[in-house]
């Protein structure tokens, strides 16, 4: 059973930085991908941030390019998602996904088949 977990999630101030991590159960090596979703409320779910972990190709949404940062540690398991420059509106519930199945290449957008829990954080002064 793969579980992915989800932390670094809090309240940061506009313009602030912060730091998640996604940890799995096992190795990544097994993964095409794993990515970073997010949900605010109303909205619908969308993929901020992927990785390729075989390559470390990248993909970011429109709205996070230039402030987020995503990275893996494959022998750590974990992937991170480094976010600066936070803005209101990147509040929301985020989610770790890892896609073992989909083998979609990074660059045209995340998928995932596995899930985490999601961590909340927001973004307020």
């Known amino acids: 059973q793969v579980q992915l977990v989800e932390s670094g999630g809090g309240l940061v101030q506009p313009g602030g930085s912060l730091r998640l991590s996604c940890t799995a159960s096992?190795?990544?090596?097994?993964?095409?991908?794993i990515a970073w979703f997010r949900q605010a409320p109303g909205k619908e779910r969308e993929g901020v941030s992927c990785i390729s972990i075989s390559d470390g190709s990248t993909y970011y949404t429109d709205s996070v390019k230039g402030r987020f940062t995503i990275s893996r540690d494959n022998a750590k398991n974990t992937v991170y998602l480094q976010m600066n420059s936070l803005k209101p509106e990147d509040t929301a519930v985020y989610y770790c996904a890892a896609d073992s199945i989909f083998g979609k290449v990074v660059v045209n957008g995340c998928a995932g088949n596995y899930w985490g829990q999601g961590t909340q954080f927001t973004v307020s002064s």
């Open positions: 096992g190795s990544t090596t097994g993964y095409y991908s």
